[in-house]
């Protein structure tokens, strides 16, 4: 692409940063500062003009409460980019809101975005294109199981095989790596949002009790288990008599909220089996040793390893803070540069 003096000049004084640019959250990343920024990926746009007016938190807390002149929205929707210009305005504002944290007068960042394994060109095209318009000088690209890995400190160059089971908002990414590189993958767009849809449904059929996905969220969070708890535990839930419309509340179990979740987390484990079944059974062995790590937001559900482990008969752990695992492995690539660029995806080849 040839010497940029300008390019040069910002690259003195902008910031390096790496970016989950997740369904849920969006995590930022800075070079020698670590993880500075955790926003909700939701903007509040006016109706009328589109227009970007709230984003990240501010947005979040807007969900079912705006006014008719304003939509809230998620422009990142099963780990990819549904409203380009959108999702450009959030990276946009997340590049400015980290400079003006650090003082850094000039937001022209080289940013490394992680992005699910089984994306298409135009999909990864998209956010390639959206950072670049976001403010970024230079943009690359890393695939969100290898990212993941390196935030959970896996040992991904050794010889030996590695398994790590992503799950985020949108999208389950689940991968084994070996030497630096993926040697099997699987990318499924069932996840944090699906348990969520899950457990709104089960309400609606069991109670004739309308929810909404903040209230789902918070009882995934607080009851919701993948495996029988020492003690089950019981919730009050609010939300909407579908039968005569006024408010309501019951008292929902744990276990019934283990049977909501059933149907997506049995997607997920499936589909690991699936993928131990077609890797090459030298790294099976190594897995017998190694185990399974598990990140992303989603790996917080109670129980969650335990069932793993069971299931696919493998240890099963998870990582250190794993919300963070997919920025913390961007922001990796980042600190050491020469060691891990072989790592990220040839954006060179989007380029027209």
């Known amino acids: ?3 940029n003096p300008l390019n040069w000049l910002f ?31 939701w903007v509040a746009v006016d109706k009328r003009t589109r227009r970007p007016l709230y984003v990240g938190s501010e947005a979040k807390r807007m969900v079912g ?8 929205i998620r422009p990142v929707r099963d780990g990819v980019i549904a409203e380009f210009d959108i999702t450009t305005a959030l990276l946009e504002y997340l590049i400015l809101k980290a400079h003006e944290q650090s ?8 940013v490394v975005v992680g992005i699910p394994a089984g994306v298409t060109e135009v999909e990864m095209r998209a956010v390639y294109d959206a950072a670049l318009n976001a403010g970024a000088r230079e943009v690359h690209l890393i695939e969100e199981p290898l990212a993941a890995a390196l935030g959970s400190g896996l040992p ?16 389950t990414e689940i991968a084994v790596l070996s030497m630096g590189g993926v040697v099997i993958s699987r990318s499924l767009r069932v996840a944090g949002d699906e348990m969520d849809e899950a457990i709104i449904q089960y309400i609606r059929n069991k109670y004739n009790l309308l929810i909404g996905p903040r209230m789902a969220e918070n009882i995934k969070m607080e009851i919701g288990s993948a495996y029988p708890l020492p003690e089950e535990r019981t919730m009050q839930v609010r939300g909407r008599s579908l039968v005569s419309g006024l408010p309501q509340a019951v008292e929902v179990s744990s276990v019934e909220i283990r049977e909501a979740l059933a ?12 993928l131990l079944d077609e890797a090459p059974p030298e790294i099976v062995a190594d897995l017998m040793e190694n185990g399974v790590c ?16 069971e299931e696919l008969r493998l240890r099963a752990w998870v990582a250190e803070d794993p919300v963070s695992a997919v920025a913390r492995g961007a922001g990796m690539v980042l600190e050491d540069f020469p060691t891990y660029r072989r790592l990220l995806i040839d954006a060179e080849r989007f380029l027209g």
């Open 65 to 72: 409460r705006a006014p008719a002149s304003l939509q809230v």
């Open 294 to 309: 598990l990140a992303g937001g989603g790996s917080l559900l109670q129980g969650l390893d335990r069932r793993l482990s």
């Open 103 to 110: 003082f850094v007068p000039f937001p022209r960042p080289r």
């Open 1 to 3: 692409m040839g010497f």
């Open 263 to 274: 149907r997506p987390l049995e997607t997920i484990i499936e589909t690991a089996r699936d």
């Open 11 to 41: 690259g003195l004084f902008a910031l390096d940063m790496g970016i989950d640019l997740g369904t849920a959250n969006t995590l930022v990343y800075v070079r020698g500062k670590g993880i500075v920024l955790l926003e909700p990926s």
């Open 156 to 171: 991904i160059h050794d010889v030996q095989g590695t398994m790590i089971v992503d799950i985020g908002g949108g999208t």
